[in-house]
Nanobody, 126 residues
Framework: DVQLVESGGGLVQPGESLRLSCVAS????????MSWVRQAPGKEVEWVAGITSLPSLFRAASYADSVKGRFAISRDNANKMVWLQMNSLKPEDTGMYYC?????????????????WGQGTQVTVS
């Protein structure tokens, strides 16, 4: 079975940082684009950041406008891990953060584009 397990969430004050981690199992991790997606209370799922499966020299990362310049996504294929470094956190960054993989095509921003999802890790900025 495919498993994506997130960790690293917590309660922080505005302006502080957090680093989220996601470890994958049951998939050929190096072949999959990966993303972080979040859902704030009462709001729809929002894609946050994505990173391609290409070798590091050609790898590309992309970000939602709301986090560009503050968040950074990275990955380690050897250890099947993906991280989201979140700096200068704002209250509007509060939500459940999910690791997603298994890109099926179409827009990165669409939740339906992703096959595999973790259980999520809660981030609260207050």
């Amino acid at each position: 079975d495919v498993q994506l397990v997130e960790s690293g969430g917590g309660l922080v004050q505005p302006g502080e940082s957090l680093r989220l981690s996601c470890v994958a199992s049951g998939i050929t991790f190096s072949r999959h684009d990966m993303s972080w997606v979040r859902q704030a209370p009462g709001k729809e799922v929002e894609w946050v950041a994505g990173i391609t499966s290409l070798p590091s020299l050609f790898r590309a990362a992309s970000y939602a406008d709301s986090v560009k310049g503050r968040f950074a996504i990275s990955r380690d294929n050897a250890n099947k891990m993906v991280w989201l470094q979140m700096n200068s956190l704002k209250p509007e960054d509060t939500g459940m953060y999910y690791c997603a993989g298994g890109y099926k095509g179409g827009s990165y921003l669409a939740p339906s584009a992703w096959t595999y999802w973790g259980q999520g890790t809660q981030v609260t900025v207050s």
